[in-house]
């Protein structure tokens, strides 16, 4: 049987001329552009060790430039964890192949066969003290050619930075204040502009007195386009005193009612839905139920809450626009953008500055329409857009609502012989770039408007929207999963990090955790006894190891597990927590295991781990959109918490290291997992399950009434 013919790393078969990937400059130095952006994930140092693995330089010499249209690959968009899975083989694949052909080059200049050459920090060295460079031989290599799919990349085993921990490449700007961000940054002749958003909900500007917004000092222009208002001032106080005097003036309609926010279960089941089958298993052999267990969770609407709300930058030159934004696709942004301008892509250039880190579809992508639009208005001055925190937790894309119904069958032996998972929630995904309509915010209210989108998932095949690891990794006899995505959508929503498998894996792990404690069996022997996979088994067994699972039982204090393989493709985690239930939670300690394959930058995948607990403890403890029927009203820190740093707790991670399987990403993997130990570790110190998030006083008394 013939072995089948080689394929190029999906990333690199999108993009497979070299010369977009790799690079060498006149400085000496080897430039890498990558079509994935730094997000705060610490990307851009993995790619650079991976380069300079591959290609033999000292990872000084690696210059990584940030993603443009102009010019880097078209990887898509920066999401899903999938960064190292795609853009990792790919500039690996991409590096081995420039590697193979300056070794032809350089055995043909010095006459010595390539397996006698060695390349060491970009000198190419062979018997006899022969040698020569990667940069003396640019003019005799041309990489405008497409990449070979044979071409071997180097051994794990003979990498000498990837699987060691490498400083963050993007550190030094931050520590010593150099403008990388977005917010910081600045263009010659540079205006500010502020756009006028209404309170109500699906409000439609009807009428606009612009006559005290045009005596504000520093004003340059007032921008109107059908529902879309805005202005261009001087300066930043300008723009926003100009708003000020506009919003004054505006006459709004009357808005579409809201869900009610403390029924959100009745209101998912009640809307019309897409009902997809997601997977479906059938026992071999039919034993009758002696109970079955029908437990539902929620989870409720939850906010991007950057640190910094989105910004951007954009320049009109005649018919062209330059566009600055951190957007997380800029190929997909500028697919929006043309269809809005009914301009060719050509005429779009996008490029990525580092913004606060957004975790899925926040507001990068409207804020770039935003500036783009009141540019057209500046004369060819470059326009700078911010939001502010209300517009970004009033107005960007929220995570989806989620209800969750798990029902298990259980014999005479409370072991599981059937389980049925159903889930309600909107769909959770409406990036741009991926549709016939604009899913930008602007493009619903300009004149010749387009409709709102409504949020779809992503295929199973892709991990899944609101169905994402609903299908449970453990060995159950006979399941069926069904994802409802409505087909209503009152509250915008898109992709927040992780999709629907925070929710998801909080209800699995909660009802197996209930389970076992029905069984009288240690939670995490009842999760090894029912996992085949042994990479599953063996970070479970790490995180007990790592923990001294279990510790003595002592009043007031409660220790819980979760685990998930993140999309059932990606990285596995477990999680155990520690928490204090003497008044409020407080989650003191977080232990964790991953396995991720092969761990380019250990210290990075820490890092990941660590932010993803602690991001998945904030969501479990605080996080919550409020709204009425007319208006969202988280629009500050105050209505809407997050974890302060004197909550935060421990968080300690064990890599399971497996050099010889290729890498995976680790930036979401944690949250699932955190969730389900948090409150699994509240039944343990209290007694009392929640089932709806955020696990708050109010919901503990709640659960302890019902279970009175």
């Not at 002749?189 to 909900?201: A, I, N």
């Not at 997809?276 to 539902?296: G, H, Y």
């Not at 989650?587 to 607990?613: M, W």
């Not at 707790?649 to 389900?676: K, N, S």
Request: overall charge negative; some cysteine; proline content about 6%.
């Amino acid at each position: 049987m013939t072995s089948p013919a080689p394929k190029l790393p999906i990333s690199l078969a999108a993009n497979p001329r070299l010369s977009s990937w790799v690079r060498f400059t006149d400085e000496g130095r080897v430039a890498i552009s990558p079509g994935k952006v730094e997000i705060g994930q610490g990307i851009v140092t993995a790619l650079a060790q991976i380069a300079a693995d591959e290609l033999d330089v000292d990872i000084s010499k690696v210059e990584m430039i940030r993603t443009s249209t102009a010019a880097s690959p078209n990887e898509g968009v920066t999401s899903g964890s999938l960064s190292i899975q795609q853009s990792g083989r790919a500039l690996r694949h991409a590096c081995a192949d420039v590697r193979q052909r300056f070794l032809a080059a350089a055995s043909e200049r010095l006459d010595v066969d390539a397996s006698l050459l060695n390349i060491d920090d970009g000198t190419i060295s062979g018997p006899g003290n022969v040698r020569t460079s990667y940069w003396e031989l640019t003019g005799d290599v041309s990489l405008d050619h497409d990449a070979t799919p044979g071409a071997i990349a180097k051994s794990a085993a003979t990498r000498a930075v990837t699987g060691h921990a490498v400083p963050r490449v993007d550190i030094p700007d931050k520590v010593f204040a150099r403008p990388r961000f977005i917010h910081d940054a600045s263009l010659p002749g540079l205006l500010h502009g502020r756009v006028l958003r209404p309170d109500l909900s699906g409000a439609q500007l009807i009428a606009l007195d612009e006559e005290a917004a045009r005596a504000v000092p520093g004003l340059v222009a007032i921008v109107r386009d059908g529902g879309f208002a805005g202005v261009i001032a001087d300066s930043e106080a300008a723009a926003e005193a100009a708003l000020t005097a506009l919003r004054k003036g505006a006459a709004w309609s009357a808005g579409e009612p809201l869900p009610d926010e403390d029924h959100l279960a009745d209101f998912l089941r009640s809307q019309p839905v897409e009902t997809t089958v997601i997977d479906t298993r059938t026992a071999a052999s039919t034993k009758k139920a002696a109970r079955t267990l029908r437990r539902q969770y929620t989870r409720p609407y939850i906010a991007h809450a950057s640190i910094a709300p989105s910004c951007a930058m954009a320049q009109w030159d005649g018919e062209r626009v330059h566009v600055w934004t951190h957007s997380q696709g800029v190929y997909l942004l500028r697919a929006d953008l043309a269809i809005v301008l009914k301009l060719p892509a050509e005429s779009i250039v996008v490029e990525h500055m580092q913004g606060a880190g957004c975790y899925g579809h926040n507001a990068a992508d409207d804020v770039a329409l935003d500036a783009v639009l009141l540019a057209k208005a500046a004369g060819g001055r470059p326009v700078r857009v911010q939001w502010s925190r209300h517009d970004e937790m009033a107005h960007a894309p929220f995570g989806a609502a989620m209800a969750i119904e798990v029902e298990a069958d259980l014999d005479a032996d409370n072991e599981i012989i059937g389980w049925r998972h159903d889930i309600w929630s909107n769909g959770h995904a409406a990036r741009p770039g991926r549709a016939a309509q604009p899913a930008l915010l602007a493009a619903t209210e300009i004149e010749n408007h387009y409709p709102r989108m409504v949020s779809t998932n992503p295929p199973a095949a892709n991990g899944g929207g609101g169905d994402r690891n609903s299908v449970p990794l453990y060995d159950l006899p006979a399941l069926t999963i069904t994802s409802h995505r409505l087909l209503t959508m009152p509250v915008r929503t898109s992709a927040l990090r992780t999709l629907g498998a925070q929710g998801n894996v909080f209800a699995i792990e909660s009802l197996l955790d209930e389970i076992a404690e029905l069984r009288g069996e240690d939670p995490i022997a009842f999760r090894l006894r029912n996992l085949n996979d042994e990479r599953a088994r063996e970070v479970v067994r790490a995180a007990a190891r790592r923990a001294q699972w279990k510790p003595q039982k002592q009043p007031g204090v409660g220790h819980g597990v979760g685990f998930a393989r993140y999309k059932n493709t990606g990285a596995y985690c477990a999680a155990i927590a520690e928490i204090e239930g003497t008044d409020d939670i407080r989650v003191k300690r977080l232990t964790l295991a991953v396995d991720v394959g092969e761990a380019i930058n250990p210290d990075g995948v820490v890092n990941q781990i660590e932010g993803g607990a602690i991001q998945a403890t904030s969501w479990v403890l605080k996080e919550r959109v409020r709204f009425d029927q007319t208006h969202i009203t988280s629009t500050s820190w105050t209505d809407y918490p997050i974890l302060t740093f004197s909550e935060v707790p421990a968080v300690d991670v064990e890599i399971v290291q497996r050099p010889e399987i290729e890498p995976v990403g680790a930036g979401e993997a944690a949250h699932g997992p955190v969730t389900a130990a948090i409150a699994n570790a509240v039944f343990d110190c209290l007694g009392v399950r929640v089932r709806d998030l955020p696990i708050t006083r109010d919901r503990i008394i709640a659960a302890m009434e019902l279970a009175s």
